[in-house]
């Protein structure tokens, strides 16, 4: 039996691929100097300019999302008469996965003839988007909800999340790097390496020195860890930086070229966190990669 599948902004998947693959979207809102907005269309955000307004001193500020904005957009489906699947970001950097299990449990008293199921994908930005992705597959081969959610389950934990940062004080600012560690990185152009954890949180595992050899420490991690690249779509998300982002994909197809690259750029709520500059890579590894 055809089911449904919601996801949020989060998972920064492009418009096109929204409608192509016939997923919802829960909006996300972000602030930017305190004017509450979501972005739901890829084609009409404008990075550059957003980006550029943060480089410039804008605040840009998220909110936790309530239950609420959760039941807006699962309730439709449910009295439409279909089941849920809900993909979700990580709960490692949010609590927008506990307010969706809120939301679910009410509408699970309220339709009790649905089936919902929400998985945690451990995940933001195409880390989220890329298992979406695959949730639409498995439903067009003809898998049911539940046998979808307890694959993508499995999955998560194959599914390698690293990215690379080109200012240091958005980290800073949540508390992901102390004071110090920010400026002294900053004085000596030492960029980060960061990657989601096995309980999806965001966790530093290096440092090099450049812009440069901090991108090609990321396709070193794939070259090492990366399983089937000719069967498999590797995401890569930058917060205004094509030319970085290409120069990425082309590390990639140098040594194991996978089946494509989907590339975009961050949406504003996950963006807000890294800043612009940033720079992250998603794809399949082995069982356990988390832990690499």
């Given at each position: 039996?055809?089911?449904?599948?919601?996801?949020?902004?989060?998972?920064?998947?492009?418009?096109?691929?929204?409608?192509?693959?016939?997923?919802?979207?829960?909006?996300?809102?972000?602030?930017?100097?305190?004017?509450?907005?979501?972005?739901?269309?890829?084609?009409?955000?404008?990075?550059p300019a957003f980006y550029?307004?943060?480089?410039?001193?804008?605040?840009?500020?998220?909110?936790?999302?309530?239950?609420?904005?959760?039941?807006?957009?699962?309730?439709?489906?449910?009295?439409?008469?279909?089941?849920?699947?809900?993909?979700?970001?990580?709960?490692?950097?949010?609590?927008?996965?506990?307010?969706?299990?809120?939301?679910?449990?009410?509408?699970?008293?309220?339709?009790?003839?649905?089936?919902?199921?929400?998985?945690?994908?451990?995940?933001?930005?195409?880390?989220?988007?890329?298992?979406a992705l695959r949730a639409?597959?498995?439903?067009?081969?003809?898998?049911?909800?539940?046998?979808?959610?307890?694959?993508?389950?499995?999955?998560?934990?194959?599914?390698?999340?690293?990215?690379?940062?080109?200012?240091?004080?958005?980290?800073?600012?949540?508390?992901r790097i102390s004071n110090?560690?920010?400026?002294?990185?900053?004085?000596?152009?030492?960029?980060?390496?960061?990657?989601?954890?096995?309980?999806?949180?965001?966790?530093?595992?290096?440092?090099?020195?450049?812009?440069?050899?901090?991108?090609?420490?990321?396709?070193?991690?794939?070259?090492?860890?990366?399983?089937?690249?000719?069967?498999?779509?590797?995401?890569?998300?930058?917060?205004?930086?094509?030319?970085?982002?290409?120069?990425?994909?082309?590390?990639?197809?140098?040594?194991?070229?996978?089946?494509?690259?989907?590339?975009?750029?961050?949406?504003?709520?996950?963006?807000?966190?890294?800043?612009?500059?940033?720079?992250?890579?998603?794809?399949?590894?082995?069982?356990?990669?988390?832990?690499?």
């Amino acid at each position: 039996m055809a089911f449904s599948i919601l996801t949020d902004t989060s998972a920064n998947l492009p418009t096109e691929l929204v409608k192509r693959y016939g997923i919802s979207v829960t909006p996300f809102s972000f602030f930017v100097e305190g004017k509450e907005s979501t972005c739901t269309d890829s084609e009409s955000f404008d990075g550059p300019a957003f980006y550029d307004a943060m480089r410039q001193g804008a605040v840009v500020t998220t909110s936790q999302v309530n239950p609420q904005r959760h039941m807006d957009y699962m309730e439709p489906i449910l009295k439409q008469g279909s089941d849920l699947l809900y993909v979700c970001m990580s709960s490692g950097i949010s609590g927008a996965y506990s307010c969706a299990e809120m939301a679910a449990a009410q509408l699970r008293e309220a339709y009790p003839q649905r089936t919902i199921r929400l998985v945690d994908t451990m995940g933001a930005s195409l880390g989220e988007g890329l298992l979406a992705l695959r949730a639409a597959a498995c439903r067009e081969q003809g898998m049911g909800l539940d046998e979808t959610a307890d694959f993508l389950l499995e999955l998560r934990e194959r599914f390698y999340q690293v990215f690379t940062v080109d200012n240091l004080a958005y980290l800073q600012r949540s508390g992901r790097i102390s004071n110090a560690t920010a400026v002294i990185g900053t004085v000596f152009q030492i960029k980060p390496l960061l990657k989601g954890n096995e309980e999806g949180k965001i966790v530093t595992f290096g440092k090099v020195r450049g812009r440069k050899q901090s991108i090609q420490a990321l396709a070193e991690k794939y070259d090492t860890l990366v399983k089937n690249p000719g069967e498999q779509t590797v995401g890569i998300a930058h917060a205004d930086c094509p030319e970085d982002a290409d120069y990425l994909a082309g590390l990639l197809r140098k040594n194991f070229p996978p089946k494509d690259i989907l590339t975009v750029c961050y949406e504003p709520v996950t963006g807000s966190h890294v800043g612009p500059g940033t720079l992250a890579l998603f794809f399949e590894g082995e069982k356990g990669v988390r832990l690499q």
